[in-house]
C-alpha cells in the first residue's frame, strides 16, 4: 500500500529556514503533481505550494520568494524548503499527491515559529 511520511518539522526562530521532506512509499507508482498544504490552528487548510511532472512550479503569494519546493523522482520524493520563517508560517505541513488515481495525503509535520 502507499503511504507518505513527512519530515523536518520542528521549532526555529523568526528569519531561520527549515527543510521539509515527504517520501512515498509502499508500491509502484507515479505521481504527476506533488502537493504541500498547511494548516493553523483555527484556519482552513490551505494550499502551499505544488509541483508538476514538468518541474512546473505554483506558490501562495505569502510564501513567495521564500519557499522552493523540488521533488526527485528517483526517491519518490517530494521536499519544501523554507527560508526567512515567520511567525505567521507556524502550522502543520501536510504532503499530497494522486497515485493512480487514488488521494494520499501524509499525517503532517508541526513546524512552530517562535522566539
Known amino acids: 500500500q502507499v503511504q507518505l511520511v513527512e519530515s523536518g518539522g520542528g521549532l526555529v526562530q523568526p528569519g531561520e529556514s527549515l527543510r521539509l521532506s515527504c517520501l512515498a512509499s509502499?508500491?509502484?507508482?507515479?505521481?504527476?503533481?506533488w502537493d504541500w498544504y498547511r494548516q493553523a490552528p483555527g484556519k482552513e487548510r490551505e494550499l502551499v505550494a505544488f509541483?508538476?511532472?514538468?518541474?512546473?512550479?505554483y506558490y501562495a503569494d505569502s510564501v513567495k520568494g521564500r519557499f522552493t519546493i523540488s521533488r526527485d523522482d528517483a526517491r519518490h520524493s517530494v521536499s519544501l524548503q523554507m527560508n526567512s520563517l515567520e511567525a505567521e508560517d507556524t502550522a502543520v505541513y501536510y504532503c499530497?499527491?494522486?497515485?493512480?488515481?487514488?488521494?494520499?495525503w501524509g499525517k503532517g509535520t508541526l513546524v512552530t515559529v517562535s522566539s
Open positions: 509502499g508500491s509502484l507508482f507515479s505521481i504527476n503533481t
Open positions: 509541483i508538476d511532472s514538468s518541474t512546473n512550479t
Open positions: 499530497y499527491a494522486s497515485i493512480h488515481g487514488a488521494p494520499y
